[in-house]
């Protein structure tokens, strides 16, 4: 599996945008790409930084949603036009350890 992070900062007046983007926009649209898992997203209060973590099945289907003009681009686009801030995206390996 593989785990593409992306953080933000998200002052507390933009909660609702931000929640509001997530269920109606982003969560269907990532909800299309084949091989999507799932979303979390993580605040913290104190600071406003913002934490998303997609999970993706494999390498394709994490690399597909990265392509030129797709959700990737879109969803940073539209998380920087909501907080006015930047985003940083990472890619990693996912290892579940139980």
């Known amino acids: 599996?593989?785990?593409?992070?992306?953080?933000?900062?998200?002052?507390?007046?933009?909660?609702?945008?931000?929640?509001?983007?997530?269920?109606?926009?982003?969560?269907?649209?990532?909800?299309?790409?084949?091989?999507?898992?799932?979303?979390?997203?993580?605040?913290?209060?104190?600071?406003?930084?913002?934490?998303e973590v997609s999970i993706w099945n494999d390498e394709d289907a994490l690399r597909e949603s990265e392509r030129e003009g797709g959700l990737l681009e879109w969803k940073r686009e539209t998380l920087e036009n909501i907080t006015g801030s930047a985003t940083a995206k990472e890619n990693y390996e996912l290892r579940l350890i139980s």
């Open 1 to 51: 599996m593989k785990a593409r992070m992306m953080s933000f900062k998200v002052p507390s007046e933009k909660l609702e945008d931000i929640d509001n983007a997530y269920l109606t926009s982003f969560l269907p649209e990532m909800e299309k790409h084949e091989g999507f898992a799932f979303v979390l997203v993580f605040r913290n209060e104190d600071t406003n930084e913002t934490f």
